[in-house]
């Protein structure tokens, strides 16, 4: 397999760890969701803390895509 | 025109290169936009105190949240002694935000999408993290990596546990920002592409392109949120990082 070909595959299989970031942004949202529903009163003042975890979370599955920008693009 | 997503991020000299202390140094686009985010940001802010109302109007309104966005966001993480560092917090997040807005405007250039300048403003950020920690407690400050109530036996493994995780701070912050303005302008290129390469069909083409031309207006709505977002995220990871610098909490 030549190198290129072997880089688009690598690109390809990067793009798999962007799943775990979906699926940690909806574990926040929804954890926010369910407690909101519970204690609305409560829920406005850790809609900040919501978006915060979410953005941290959402870094690690763009770690992964730069990982596979890197491999597509960087000769 | 060339139509790849790559070139876009493309640096080329405004002003030729001087030879300057043995470095070749030239003003490039990204200076430009660089000049151009100090110039907006304060030029709205000038704008903003213009009137100096008590009961603020519509400009001075965006003003006065923007300034008391960063200065609550300065006080609850850091306390009292954050105090100092608001004009630092308020310049980062302001930098970093009009950065990712000025990206949005077409044909722009996006400052913060060559991880050379988010990295360099991480890096920053926890230098001083280390400087302010050492002037302040002096060697204790060290004492921020032996978390109490550890076994003696797994204390060393743990330290240098935390010692990489505190050493991995400036990179996941500067790749972070990097990321996601990289990643962002890449897709909307890409899907931008998909509406020229479909349109050159023929008829079947142009109503085919309209899929694609809605998700790139859809993505242009989340590459919005995801600047403001970031910047915002830039600015209270730089309050929490300096959080341990003032208070070690052990």
Known sequence: MDANAAKLIGAGIACLGMGGAGIGVGLIFGNYLSGALRNPAAAGAQFT????????????????????LILLFVK | MVNDPIHQFRIFNLAGPWHIFGQDIAFTNSNLFMGIIVFVIVGFLLLASAKKAIVPGRLQSVGE??????????????GEEGAPFFPLVFTLFSFVFVANMLGMVPYFFTVTSHAIVTITMALFVVGLVVVVGLWKHGLGWFKLFVPSGVPLLILP????????????????LGLRLFGNMLAGHIVLKVFAGFVVSLTAIGIGGWFGALAPMFMAVALTA???????LQAFVFAILTCVYLNDALHTHH
């Open chain 2, 157 to 172: 493994f743990i330290s240098l546990i935390e010692i990489i995780s505190f050493l991995s701070r400036p990179v996941s």
């Open chain 2, 65 to 78: 949240m923007w300034y008391g966005l960063i200065h609550n966001m300065v006080e609850n993480v850091l």
């Open chain 2, 222 to 228: 989340l590459e919005f949120l995801v600047a403001a």
């Open chain 1, 49 to 68: 803390n919501a978006l915060i975890g979410a953005a941290l979370a959402e870094g690690l599955g763009i770690f992964s895509l730069v990982v596979a």
